[in-house]
């Protein structure tokens, strides 16, 4: 069966700096996708980015970055010059063939002014 | 962007009473429609798959006859919660995916009270 797990329950970052969070899954299959969504206290869950398990080259989007590490099943989110709004609940996300998402148990994002 | 609506944003009802809540997807025609729950601190869980036009598939556990699901057009899902108790208080997220897509997307959620 698929799991994903975020071993990080909390994390603090100090604005301006980078923090990564982490993700591992299991899986059997070759096919799949991962995401990184935002829960922010409003309880709206944001797509922050998503990777192809097929394409190599690491997923970007602005100050959102992944490493994508498909042999060690490995997922990780980095986020650069953090600012205050990214302070959140972060989860890590896989979907297979079934369309139906995995959800990791949560990152809590603290920024520090 | 694809945006989701749900309503009501929050419910607070009797108990023994039936609560039911929309999801809609409105500026795209959803293949799919999800239903999760999520309680304080924790993970979505998700209930059930709805598709257009077909019956839901529930999750295992999920009692399929206390939460109907009804998904009667591409842009329309509705949950109804059926003789709600105090354990069914939670936040319950509705999610899409359209035609062509590999991403969902979520609506804003719904927190149901039952007293």
């Known amino acids: 069966a698929q799991t994903v797990t975020q071993s990080q329950p909390e994390m603090s970052v100090q604005e301006a700096e980078t923090v990564t969070l982490s993700c591992t899954y299991d899986?059997?299959?070759?096919?799949?996708?991962l995401f990184w969504y935002k829960q922010p206290p409003s309880r709206q869950m944001i797509l922050v980015i998503r990777?192809?398990?097929?394409?190599?080259q690491n997923a970007t989007e602005n100050r959102f970055s992944v490493n994508f590490q498909k042999a060690a099943k490995s997922f990780s989110l980095k986020i650069s010059d953090s600012q205050l709004g990214d302070a959140a609940m972060y989860f890590c996300?896989?979907?297979?063939?079934?369309?139906?998402?995995?959800f990791g148990t949560g990152t809590r994002l603290k920024v520090l002014a | 962007g694809a945006v989701v609506s749900q309503h009501p944003s929050r419910v607070i009802c009797k108990s023994g009473t039936s609560v039911k809540i929309e999801c809609r997807s409105l500026?795209?025609?959803?293949?799919?429609m999800f239903w999760y729950r999520q309680f304080p601190k924790q993970s979505l869980m998700l209930m059930a798959t709805?598709?257009?036009?077909?019956?839901?598939?529930?999750e295992q556990g999920v009692e399929k006859d206390k939460f109907l699901i009804n998904h009667a057009s591409l842009t329309l899902s509705t949950l109804t919660v059926t003789s709600a108790h105090p354990e069914d208080s939670s936040f319950y997220i509705c999610?899409?995916?359209?035609?062509?897509?590999?991403?969902?997307?979520f609506g804003p959620g719904t927190r149901l009270l039952v007293l």
């Open positions: 999610s899409a995916r359209d035609l062509q897509g590999e991403t969902q997307y």
């Open positions: 899986t059997s299959e070759s096919d799949y996708y």
């Open positions: 990777q192809e398990a097929y394409k190599q």
């Open positions: 996300a896989y979907r297979a063939g079934t369309y139906k998402y995995i």
């Open positions: 500026d795209f025609q959803a293949t799919t």
């Open positions: 709805s598709n257009e036009g077909s019956k839901a598939t529930y």
